[in-house]
């Protein structure tokens, strides 16, 4: 009878120390934001004197860094067609009518100052900012040229609570005693594309 009795409680042990065993599964699971990106053009600026700096404004938006580029085309003084931006004016004759291939170029210089932002992997400014200090044909090197904006500056990350960044151009052109009086017109535009940073 007593060996019947420590058998039993063996047995029941033996079941009972089956409860405590336990196992667990972890899944990694992930959603994919795709990034998005939208620039909110500015106003026309307004004319400014010879040697004062116009201060144009790009909102970049987007949910990640991204990378911009500056290019534009002006006119020499016999009408060839140029591959960076300055301020150019049609000569006129003395009757007020455009004399054909025959232009007044100022002394062009650009600035750019990045604002509002987030991050900056160099810097913010090119050209001295406001100051546009710097060349035409800088401001539209190839992004991977050390000497353009993008290549001194380098991508922007747009502002966590924000989603948005500024791009100033600065541009200034200086006249001397033989440019022809008017409206001189520089155009220059920008491209902005998405640079997504995944982090490590």
Known sequence: MKFQQIALT?????????GFAAESDTIKQSVD???????DSPADPATAAAGEAINVAWTVNSNNAFKYAFSGTSKDDAGADLKYPQFIKQDVDANGNLVDNNYDSLGTTFGVALSDYESVQSGDMW?????????????????????????TMGRVM???KTGKATI???????????DQSGI?????????????????
């Open 168 to 178: 100033n151009l600065f541009s200034k052109g200086i006249a001397d005693a033989t």
């Open 10 to 18: 063996i047995a029941l042990f033996a079941v009972s120390a089956t």
């Open 184 to 200: 001189y017109n520089s155009e220059v535009m920008l491209t902005v594309t998405a640079e997504e940073q995944l982090g490590g």
């Open 158 to 160: 747009t502002g966590d």
């Open 127 to 151: 050209g001295n900012g406001k100051e546009a200090a710097g060349e035409a044909k800088s401001l539209v090197a190839d992004t991977s040229d050390a000497t353009s904006p993008y290549g």
């Open 33 to 39: 934001v795709d990034q998005t990106i939208s620039v």
